[in-house]
T-cell receptor, first 109, second 113 residues
Framework: KNEVEQSPQNLTAQEGEFITINCSYSVGISALHWLQQHPGGGIVSLFMLSSGKKKHGRLIATINIQEKHSSLHITASHPRDSAVYIC???????????FGQGTRLTINP | EAQVTQNPRYLITVTGKKLTVTCSQNMNHEYMSWYRQDPGLGLRQIYYSMNVEVTDKGDVPEGYKVSRKEKRNFPLILESPSPNQTSLYFCASSLYRDISPLHFGNGTRLTVT
């Protein structure tokens, strides 16, 4: 069982819809990253969280340390948001990053 | 411009022929790491380095070597590549290992025949 689980694996929505992607982890972490990967493209870091909530433009990331859960929200989604979104947890006391399997998001016009 | 530069972007080679994928960052970051990305398996960490001359294994280090002689460079070396190392590779860096965002290179698509 992967220590980091993402859901859903695939998500298709219409332009303008509110999007939520979830990430659950099983052990204590020191930080959680949300990454974006466009088809054929590189990986961009969207957020790094250790507590609370962060907002950048239409993107919002939240984390609940007690529940070991993080969410990435996209408001007023747009076709250019179509990408794979990956969460990665930095385990407490360890040096490695553990990645979720990714969520493939498709926003149709 | 602050960036992580990986080279080459694409590489096709044959089994057993030693190769090096270079990674360089211009942000004075302490932490650098290498990942491979495979369909169905996602991203997995190969090696990481917390500073010059300090490196350690990630989840899938077999068949790979790294070195960190200078802060800016962190090359990935495949001494004897095999077809199961065909993958998409990413280098990343961050200012400190725990609390800083990651900056990724553009990736290297390696094919070993």
């Amino acid at each position: 069982k992967n220590e980091v689980e993402q859901s859903p694996q695939n998500l298709t929505a219409q332009e303008g819809e509110f999007i939520t992607i979830n990430c659950s982890y099983s052990v204590g972490i020191s930080a959680l990253h949300w990454l974006q990967q466009h088809p054929g493209g590189g990986i961009v870091s969207l957020f790094m969280l250790s507590s609370g909530k962060k907002k950048h433009g239409r993107l919002i990331a939240t984390i609940n340390i007690q529940e070991k859960h993080s969410s990435l929200h996209i408001t007023a989604s747009h076709p250019r948001d179509s990408a794979v979104y990956i969460c990665a947890s930095k385990l407490q006391g360890a040096q490695k990053l553990v990645f979720g399997q990714g969520t493939r998001l498709t926003i149709n016009p | 411009e602050a960036q992580v530069t990986q080279n080459p972007r694409y590489l096709i080679t044959v089994t057993g022929k030693k190769l090096t994928v270079t990674c360089s960052q211009n942000m004075n970051h302490e932490y650098m790491s290498w990942y491979r990305q495979d369909p169905g398996l996602g991203l997995r960490q190969i090696y990481y380095s917390m500073n010059v001359e300090v490196t350690d294994k990630g989840d899938v280090p077999e068949g790979y070597k790294v070195s960190r002689k200078e802060k800016r460079n962190f090359p990935l070396i495949l001494e004897s590549p095999s077809p199961n190392q065909t993958s998409l590779y990413f280098c990343a860096s961050s200012l400190y290992r725990d609390i800083s965002p990651l900056h990724f290179g553009n990736g290297t698509r390696l094919t070993v025949t």
